[in-house]
């Protein structure tokens, strides 16, 4: 069992619709990560969260402790969206690190 | 990008020889780290550091070894190199619970 599960594996979506990317958890974690890596490209950090939600331009991040979730929005998507979404866990204070197996996501013009 | 960089980007390499990957930082972070990425499956963490001559093993550590004799260096060594060992290899480094990824390196073992 894969203590981050990501769910679609893989998304379409016409440019400008809104998309959801779920992550659920199994483990006590320090931090929830949403990470992004362009095809052929390196990983980048988009969001680091332990409660609540973050925003950050047209992407948004939200996590529900008690149930061990959490979302990545992208509102009024864009062709240039078009990556891998990885989700990750740190636990451990934050040096251990458990990674979801990613949804790709084309988006269309 | 936390000053890290990897070499080489690219290698191609036979079955049997040895191959060493080199992840270098400039921002004397303690922990260090390698993983690999293969189609369906998430990065999976080869072996870890954190600190000079301080390392551990990972989920897939086997046939893999490490050494890190200054702060700024985390060598990945593959004493014999298979072909499911063909992968992209990431070294990161981890940062007030954030980790922050090196541009990979693309290996091929033929």
């Known amino acids: 069992k894969n203590e981050v599960e990501q769910s679609p594996q893989n998304l379409t979506a016409q440019e400008g619709e809104f998309i959801t990317i779920n992550c659920s958890y199994s483990v006590g974690i320090s931090a929830l990560h949403w990470l992004q890596q362009h095809p052929g490209g390196g990983i980048v950090s988009l969001f680091m969260?332990?409660?609540g939600k973050k925003k950050h331009g047209r992407l948004i991040a939200t996590i529900n402790i008690q149930e061990k979730h959490s979302s990545l929005h992208i509102t009024a998507s864009h062709p240039r969206d078009s990556a891998v979404y990885i989700c990750?866990?740190?636990?451990?204070?934050?040096?251990?690190?458990?990674f979801g197996t990613g949804t790709s996501l084309t988006v269309i013009p | 990008d936390a000053g890290i960089t990897q070499s080489p980007r690219h290698k191609v390499t036979e079955t049997g020889t040895p191959v060493t990957l080199r992840c270098h930082q400039t921002e004397n972070h303690r922990y260090m780290y390698w993983y690999r990425q293969d189609p369906g499956h998430g990065l999976r963490l080869i072996h870890y550091?954190?600190?000079?001559?301080?390392?551990d093993k990972g989920e897939v550590s086997d046939g893999y070894s490490v050494s890190r004799s200054k702060t700024e260096d985390f060598l990945l060594t593959l004493e014999s190199a298979t072909s499911s060992q063909t992968s992209v290899y990431f070294c990161?480094?981890?940062?007030?619970?954030?980790?922050?990824f090196g541009p990979g390196t693309r290996l091929t073992v033929l």
């Open positions: 550091s954190y600190g000079v001559k301080d390392t």
């Open positions: 990750a866990a740190s636990v451990n204070t934050g040096n251990q690190f458990y």
């Open positions: 990161a480094i981890s940062e007030v619970d954030t980790q922050y």
């Open positions: 969260l332990s409660s």
